[in-house]
C-alpha cells in the first residue's frame, strides 16, 4: 500500500479565509419540561449515619439541536431555509431513526437548515456566508453541533472562525481538500468522506493498472486542485505532466496545447465539474491526445456522458458511499420506505445520514449537549472497540439501546468505517473504479482503501 506524503497536505497552510455574511432562520420547537424527580425521605429508625449515595448524572432537559449548514443546496434546488434534496434528506432520515427509537435523552432531535441560493440555485464558495450562517445556526436555532457545509474553503473557514473559539463540532460529509486536516481546529472538524489524498491515490493505481506510463494531470489552481495534482505524482509510478488552469475561462485551449506538446498516454481531469465541459470540449474538438480520460468521483454522473458522448469507455474512481457492512440493501430500502422513491446512489447522502448518526450517538453517550463533550465522544461511538452496529434503523436503535445501557459501541458507517485519527479525518473508506459503457455509468470493480498504511 502506498504510503501517504506530507507534500500535498503543507502545500495549503498559507491560505487565507474571511468570515462576513448574512442568512435567515427557523423557528425551533418549544423545549419539554421533564417531570420532577421525587426524593425519597430518610429513614427515620436508622440511628446510623446515612451512607453516601452516588450522585446520578442529570438527563440534560434540552434536546438536541442539529444546524445542517448548505446541504440542500448541494442539490441545485432552488429553495430558502429547506430540506430538499437527497443529502438534506438523508440527514432527516437519520433523525427520523433516532426519534423513533426514544430520541436522545428522550427527547427529541430537532433539525434547523439554512441555506444560500445563488442564481438558479447554484454557487461557488463563499466562505464568508458560511460562517455567518453558521454563527446564525448557533445563536438563533441553538444548535449544538453542525453538518455541512460544502466546499472544503467554507468549511475550514467555520472551523477556524466558529467551531474551533465557540466549541461546536462540525461534521462535513463533503468536503474532501487536504487543507482540512491541517486546521487548527482544536479537534472540532470532522468530515465523513475520505481526502482527496485518498482520491489522486486511486487514480495512479488505475493509471498504472491501465498501462499508462506518462499522465497529463489538468488541475484547477486553487486548495483543492493543488493537493490533487501533487498527490497523483507522489503515488503514481511513471512519468506526470502538470497544467494548471485558472476556472471559469471560456476556453482552455492554450493549456490542453501546453499538456499535449508532451505527449502524454492519458489527461487526467481535476477540475470542477463546470470547468471539465469546457476542457473535455477543447481536448476532443481540437484532436488533442489519443483521448484516454482519467475521471475524478464528481465526473461520475450522466449529464457528463450525455454532453461528451466522446468520452465512451472512460474511466474513473469515487470514494462516496461503498463501505459494504451489515447495513448492506437495509439503508436503501429505509430511505425508500420513508421517501417513496429509489435511494441516491450518488455523492453525498449516505455520508450526510452518517454525519447525523454520529452526532446523536455521540450526545447520547456523552449524556450533554455541550460542544466539547459531544466532539470527545465522536470518535469514541464510530471507533473499535466495541460493538459493532451498521448505520441503518434497527442498528441505530440497537446502538441507542447499547449506549444507554453504558455498553461501549462501533458505528460502521454507510458511506465509511467512521473511524477517525486525530485530525479529523476518515481512515478506511471503499474506492469504486467506474466506466462510461453505451452510453452509462458502470461499476467495474470496488475495493477497500487504508490512509494510515
Same mark, same amino acid.
Given at each position: 500500500?502506498?504510503?501517504?506524503?506530507?507534500?500535498?497536505?503543507?502545500?495549503?497552510?498559507?491560505?487565507?479565509?474571511? &468570515?462576513?455574511?448574512?442568512?435567515?432562520?427557523?423557528?425551533?420547537?418549544?423545549?419539554?419540561?421533564?417531570?420532577?424527580? =421525587?426524593?425519597?425521605?430518610? *429513614?427515620? %429508625?436508622?440511628?446510623?449515619?446515612?451512607?453516601?449515595?452516588?450522585?446520578?448524572?442529570?438527563?440534560?432537559?434540552?434536546?438536541?439541536?442539529?444546524?445542517?449548514?448548505?446541504?440542500?443546496? %448541494?442539490? !441545485?434546488?432552488?429553495?430558502?431555509?429547506?430540506?430538499?434534496?437527497?443529502?438534506? $434528506?438523508?440527514?432527516?432520515?437519520?433523525?427520523?431513526?433516532?426519534?423513533?427509537?426514544?430520541?436522545?435523552?428522550?427527547?427529541?432531535?430537532?433539525? !434547523?437548515?439554512?441555506?444560500?441560493?445563488?442564481?438558479? /440555485?447554484? $454557487? #461557488?464558495?463563499?466562505?464568508?456566508? &458560511?460562517?455567518?450562517?453558521?454563527?446564525?445556526?448557533?445563536?438563533?436555532?441553538?444548535? !449544538?453541533?453542525?453538518?455541512?457545509?460544502?466546499?472544503? *474553503?467554507?468549511?475550514?473557514?467555520?472551523?477556524?472562525?466558529?467551531?474551533?473559539?465557540? +466549541?461546536?463540532?462540525?461534521?462535513?460529509?463533503?468536503?474532501?481538500?487536504?487543507?482540512?486536516?491541517?486546521?487548527?481546529?482544536?479537534?472540532?472538524?470532522?468530515?465523513? %468522506?475520505?481526502?482527496?489524498?485518498?482520491?489522486?491515490?486511486?487514480?495512479?493505481?488505475?493509471?498504472?493498472?491501465?498501462?499508462?506510463?506518462?499522465?497529463?494531470?489538468?488541475?484547477?489552481?486553487?486548495?483543492?486542485?493543488?493537493?490533487?495534482?501533487? =498527490?497523483?505524482?507522489?503515488?503514481?509510478?511513471?512519468?506526470?505532466?502538470?497544467?494548471?488552469?485558472?476556472?471559469?475561462?471560456?476556453?482552455? !485551449?492554450?493549456?490542453?496545447? =501546453?499538456?499535449?506538446?508532451?505527449?502524454?498516454?492519458?489527461?487526467?481531469?481535476?477540475?470542477?465539474?463546470?470547468?471539465?465541459?469546457?476542457?473535455?470540449?477543447?481536448?476532443?474538438?481540437?484532436?488533442?491526445?489519443?483521448?484516454?480520460?482519467?475521471?475524478? /468521483?464528481?465526473?461520475?454522473?450522466?449529464?457528463?456522458?450525455?454532453?461528451?458522448?466522446?468520452?465512451?469507455?472512460?474511466?474513473?474512481?469515487?470514494?462516496?458511499?461503498?463501505?459494504? *457492512?451489515?447495513?448492506? @440493501?437495509?439503508?436503501?430500502?429505509?430511505?425508500?420506505?420513508?421517501?417513496?422513491?429509489?435511494?441516491?446512489?450518488?455523492?453525498?447522502?449516505?455520508?450526510?445520514?452518517?454525519?447525523?448518526?454520529?452526532?446523536?450517538?455521540?450526545?447520547?453517550?456523552?449524556?450533554?449537549?455541550?460542544?466539547?463533550?459531544?466532539?470527545?465522544?465522536?470518535?469514541?461511538?464510530?471507533?473499535?472497540?466495541?460493538?459493532?452496529?451498521?448505520?441503518?434503523?434497527?442498528?441505530?436503535? #440497537?446502538?441507542?439501546?447499547?449506549?444507554?445501557?453504558?455498553?461501549?459501541?462501533?458505528?460502521?458507517?454507510?458511506?465509511?468505517?467512521?473511524?477517525?485519527?486525530?485530525? @479529523?479525518?476518515? %481512515?478506511?473508506? /471503499?474506492?469504486?473504479?467506474? +466506466?462510461? +459503457?453505451?452510453? #452509462?455509468?458502470?461499476?467495474? $470493480?470496488?475495493?477497500?482503501?487504508?490512509?494510515?498504511?
Amino acid at each position: 500500500m502506498a504510503t501517504f506524503s506530507m507534500a500535498a497536505k503543507a502545500a495549503l497552510l498559507a491560505i487565507g479565509l474571511l &468570515a462576513v455574511g448574512a442568512a435567515c432562520s427557523s423557528e425551533p420547537t418549544p423545549t419539554p419540561t421533564p417531570a420532577p424527580t =421525587a426524593t425519597p425521605a430518610p *429513614t427515620p %429508625t436508622s440511628t446510623l449515619a446515612p451512607m453516601p449515595t452516588a450522585t446520578p448524572t442529570p438527563v440534560p432537559v434540552t434536546p438536541l439541536r442539529i444546524g445542517m449548514l448548505d446541504l440542500a443546496r %448541494t442539490d !441545485h434546488i432552488v429553495h430558502h431555509n429547506r430540506a430538499d434534496g437527497p443529502i438534506a $434528506r438523508a440527514a432527516l432520515l437519520a433523525i427520523k431513526h433516532v426519534n423513533d427509537a426514544g430520541g436522545v435523552f428522550g427527547l427529541p432531535v430537532e433539525a !434547523h437548515f439554512l441555506d444560500t441560493d445563488g442564481e438558479d /440555485g447554484a $454557487r #461557488g464558495p463563499d466562505s464568508a456566508a &458560511a460562517v455567518e450562517h453558521a454563527q446564525r445556526l448557533i445563536d438563533e436555532e441553538g444548535s !449544538h453541533a453542525l453538518i455541512g457545509p460544502l466546499y472544503s *474553503t467554507d468549511t475550514a473557514a467555520v472551523a477556524l472562525e466558529v467551531a474551533a473559539p465557540r +466549541q461546536i463540532p462540525v461534521i462535513s460529509p463533503i468536503s474532501s481538500s487536504p487543507l482540512l486536516t491541517t486546521l487548527e481546529d482544536d479537534g472540532f472538524v470532522f468530515r465523513t %468522506t475520505l481526502s482527496t489524498i485518498a482520491e489522486a491515490d486511486a487514480i495512479a493505481r488505475l493509471a498504472e493498472d491501465e498501462g499508462y506510463r506518462h499522465v497529463a494531470v489538468i488541475y484547477q489552481d486553487d486548495y483543492w486542485g493543488r493537493p490533487v495534482d501533487l =498527490a497523483f505524482e507522489d503515488h503514481f509510478d511513471g512519468k506526470t505532466t502538470s497544467v494548471p488552469i485558472k476556472l471559469e475561462q471560456e476556453s482552455y !485551449h492554450e493549456e490542453t496545447l =501546453a499538456a499535449e506538446a508532451h505527449d502524454p498516454d492519458a489527461v487526467m481531469i481535476a477540475t470542477s465539474v463546470q470547468d471539465s465541459y469546457t476542457v473535455i470540449h477543447n481536448i476532443i474538438e481540437e484532436g488533442h491526445f489519443n483521448e484516454n480520460f482519467l475521471l475524478m /468521483g464528481h465526473h461520475k454522473r450522466a449529464a457528463v456522458i450525455e454532453r461528451h458522448p466522446e468520452l465512451e469507455g472512460a474511466k474513473g474512481v469515487a470514494l462516496y458511499g461503498h463501505h459494504v *457492512t451489515e447495513a448492506e @440493501g437495509h439503508w436503501e430500502e429505509d430511505y425508500t420506505a420513508v421517501y417513496g422513491e429509489e435511494a441516491p446512489h450518488g455523492p453525498y447522502p449516505r455520508e450526510s445520514y452518517d454525519a447525523a448518526i454520529a452526532i446523536m450517538l455521540a450526545a447520547e453517550y456523552a449524556g450533554s449537549v455541550d460542544g466539547a463533550a459531544i466532539r470527545d465522544a465522536l470518535p469514541i461511538v464510530a471507533g473499535p472497540p466495541g460493538i459493532r452496529f451498521p448505520a441503518s434503523s434497527a442498528g441505530v436503535k #440497537g446502538a441507542l439501546a447499547a449506549v444507554r445501557n453504558g455498553q461501549d459501541i462501533d458505528l460502521d458507517g454507510e458511506a465509511t468505517s467512521l473511524d477517525w485519527d486525530a485530525n @479529523g479525518d476518515i %481512515t478506511v473508506g /471503499g474506492v469504486e473504479v467506474w +466506466q462510461f +459503457q453505451n452510453g #452509462g455509468i458502470v461499476s467495474l $470493480r470496488v475495493y477497500e482503501i487504508d490512509i494510515r498504511e
